[in-house]
């Protein structure tokens, strides 16, 4: 028996960070940045059917756009804003923060925020990392980020991986000092502890990987104990008909496994208590 509603104070949030398969990292050998303009583009019809998902159940939440994606569908970005969703920026070309100097994040980031500020006659507030890549070597980005006029990230994720992850790093919104004397608030991706070790919540690819009744243990103990937190999902994580690419076991596993499964293990979460943008529940914890 699935586990009742959580009714209540809640501070969940829903987000979604908007780009399509071929920019996944796990593809990045079969999908390189100058081919992207050669991929079959899924990202409308599957935003579409988010926007629905979210519109059906009233719920309002954040969408990290993908620079390239919103330069590829003005439109779309356009029709994000209007259903009343909180448009954040994903950058603008799906590149790992370690793998950029200064200069380059900082034109990336600047680049973004512009063009989605354009579309969408919203302020840009938020920022997430392509592949959460906030993490200790690359703190210097929060500093620049800040500069730049975002008020929130929500990129550090406080588990040990092998591409991303800050295990040490608290578990919940907090607010960073940063050196010159400015600051920037933490949303920090969803875990639950086990002793001294941090395991993903829920969200994600893990939405997809983890077990349901594991992930609605999670959330619901999240709820109930009316703690912040974020849902998260990829539009093309809904999509089961994407181009299949000759993956190596592991790839094929965290890429491909359970697409069929992801709407229902989505709307079932969703079912489970009041979300929101994450703007909205980080001025609720007065952290904006």
Known sequence: MAPAAVTGVSRAAFSADIEDYFQAEALRSFCPRSAWDSFEDRTAANTERLLEILGSRGIRGTFFVLGWTAQRHPDLVRRIAAAGHEIGSHGF???LIYRQDAKAFRQDIRRARQLLQDLSGQE???YRAP???????TLWALGII????FRYDSSVFPIARRRYGMPSAPRWPHRIALDDGRSVV???LPTVRFGTLNAPATGGAYLRLLPLRFQQWTVGRMLRAGLPFVLSIHPWELDPGQPRFPVRPRTRWTHYHNLRNAETRLTTLLSMGRFQAQADVLRELDLL
């Open 93 to 95: 070309d799906h590149e």
């Open 124 to 126: 840009v507030i938020g």
């Open 131 to 137: 592949s959460y890549t906030i993490m200790t070597r």
């Open 146 to 149: 800040a500069e730049e006029g």
């Open 186 to 188: 933490e949303f920090p």
